[in-house]
């Protein structure tokens, strides 16, 4: 007796393995082609940009004995990033593709601050609000500015704002407050080129920041 087709003995309809069979070479095709695309992390790296600390300030600051700690800057949550901030109009923030900075905006800018103080060596010590400093002054920062504005054309101008609140530890109270703003044209409209206007921009800040809290801090230090 003639023995029955394996397609007799599963009874698979011809039409039916049809169907299953291209259903198959489909399946194995995306398979494939998910091998050829690629991996996370794959692609090419970010260009990472950082910036400077101040090393040169007015020749009279006073050399002070009390100890500062620098809080981290507050700021929104756009730029409370490591990604390079644009403005193109007042309402939406765009960022630089394929770059960003080393650190989170805020991060970055606290370290420059505290390396710029160390660079006046006007002070007995200065430090991050963790590493365990017996800190008589506060500095508290306030990011509200850190973005290209391109407000006049096809080249931006690198604007960054502190907002600087110097507090007295033992009465939790205000001593003094201060608003640093600066606006710096870039050179063209390249990302090294608006990075360069940042590092000028922000080391203008940083000076002010610096001189300011020294002669502030000192004037409270000696009323007392």
Sequence with gaps: MKRPSDDRQLNIPHARRSVLR??????????????SLPLPGQGPPPSLYRLTPKSTFRPDLPDVEWQLVVETPITNAALNTTRIALLRSPVEVEYYANAGWVDRAPVMV????????????????????NVGLRADLVLKVE???????????????????????????????????????????????????????????LGKVLKQAVEWTLIAGEAYWESL
Excluded: W
């Design 143 to 201: 990011l509200r500015e850190f973005e290209a504005v391109y407000t006049n054309g096809a080249v931006p101008d690198a604007l960054v704002t502190m907002i600087l609140k110097l507090v007295e530890v033992r009465r939790r109270s205000i001593i003094g407050f201060d608003q640093i703003s600066t606006q710096v044209p870039a050179e063209g409209d390249s990302l090294t080129e608006v990075v360069y206007a940042f590092d000028t921009a």
């Design 110 to 129: 606290q370290s420059l601050l505290i390396e710029s103080f160390e660079n006046a060596r006007h002070i007995v010590a200065v430090g991050r609000e």
């Design 22 to 35: 291209n259903a198959a070479l489909l399946l194995l095709g995306g398979a494939t082609g998910a091998c």
